[in-house]
């Protein structure tokens, strides 16, 4: 079985600064990873994912995540980021094999951008 | 190309009244799936379909759901005689035959059962 883990349920930063939001694993089988993020009253957008190859994947929005698997994180990352930022963040974990159908989600990651 | 269409957006019932909510996934994707967010949680798995089959159904309630995806037509989540606890924001996914790593993800249905 999978788990995710999102350590921060909130994360405030100011507009312009560099933003983390942390993710961890646990899956007893190669995983492919996700980051999605959901706008207020919207649904989930993918942000960016990781199959396979580069361990740092570039996604939309400027943002990006490095796959470590000593440490079973996914960490999303953004250099710098902007009100328009302001969302839910979900990391997510799927089986890496093809019968694989649920996605696993994390309890989400709410960042507020401070002006 | 169309996103993942969900309708309705919003669902308001009274306990004990039926809901329907209906998905129609991305143009040629055979494969939906049905997510349930409860108030300030994550998303849950619920059900994955293909036409006409359930493949896995480990997420859904034993009791008063039920989902099917019929060879024509949209998918559809039913909630038989709800309750207060069933108030949640519903979301379906869909992928295609040949890529089934990423899901697409609809706007989600809000139901609140009063």
């Known amino acids: 079985a999978q788990s995710v883990t999102q350590l921060d349920s909130q994360v405030p930063v100011f507009e312009e600064a560099p933003v983390e939001l942390r993710c961890n694993y646990s899956?007893?089988?190669?995983?492919?990873l996700f980051w999605y993020v959901q706008y207020p009253n919207q649904g989930l957008q993918l942000l960016l994912k990781?199959?396979?190859?580069?361990?740092l994947v570039k996604g939309i929005n400027g943002f990006e995540a490095e796959f470590n698997k000593s440490q079973t994180s996914f960490h999303l990352r953004k250099p710098s980021v902007h009100i328009s930022d302001t969302a839910e963040y979900f990391c997510a974990v799927r089986p890496g094999y093809s019968s694989a159908s649920k996605i696993i989600f994390g309890s989400g990651t709410r960042l507020s951008i401070r002006p | 190309n169309a996103g993942v269409m969900q309708n309705p957006r919003h669902l308001v019932r009274r306990r004990g009244q039926e809901a329907r909510l209906r998905c129609s996934p991305v143009?040629?994707?055979?494969?939906v799936y049905w997510y349930r967010q409860l108030p300030e949680e994550g998303l849950k798995f619920m059900v994955y379909?293909?036409?006409?089959?359930?493949?896995?159904e480990s997420g859904m309630p034993k009791e008063r759901f039920s989902a099917e995806f019929p060879k024509e037509g949209p998918s559809i989540l039913r909630i038989q005689q709800v309750v207060r606890g069933d108030s949640a924001a519903y979301f379906c996914?869909?992928?295609?035959?040949?890529?089934?790593?990423?899901?697409?993800f609809g706007p989600g249905t809000r139901l609140l059962v009063l």
């Open positions: 990781y199959l396979s190859g580069s361990t």
């Open positions: 143009k040629g994707h055979s494969h």
């Open positions: 899956s007893s089988v190669s995983v492919y």
């Open positions: 996914a869909s992928s295609p035959p040949s890529n089934q790593e990423t899901q697409y």
């Open positions: 379909l293909q036409k006409e089959n359930i493949i896995d």
